[in-house]
Nanobody, 114 residues
């Protein structure tokens, strides 16, 4: 099963973007779906999580601006990003964690201009 991230792009500061992650097949035993990001010259950092029971959590830097959601039937999950800041620039990676395996998407570039 492959994860495909999409929806990145260039946006002005204060704008919005939605990135999406689609699985090419069914994944059983999902514990959590997550988004990470990696800014140029920095390590990859966790951004948001939605667990199997629908609980959500966010990094402090994005809390109140980003919203993670999922569509189990469509095997997709999204990250809605509002009030974007230049510091949000980076490659956004989607991740699915199961008991036995960690799945990663290839990443989608988000660039926020000042």
């Amino acid at each position: 099963v492959q994860l495909q991230a999409s929806g990145g792009g260039l946006v002005q500061g204060g704008g919005s973007l939605r990135v999406s992650c689609a699985a090419s097949g069914s994944i059983g035993g999902i514990w959590a779906r997550r988004w990470y990001r990696q800014a140029p010259g920095k390590e990859r950092e966790w951004v948001a999580t939605i667990t199997a029971n629908g609980s959500v959590d966010y990094a402090d830097s994005v809390k109140g601006r980003f919203t993670i959601s999922r569509d189990v039937a469509k095997k997709t999950f999204d990250l809605r990003m509002d009030s974007l800041e230049p510091e949000d620039t980076g490659i956004y990676y989607c991740n699915i964690v199961t008991k036995y395996k960690n799945y990663w998407g290839q990443g989608t570039q988000v660039t926020v201009s000042s």
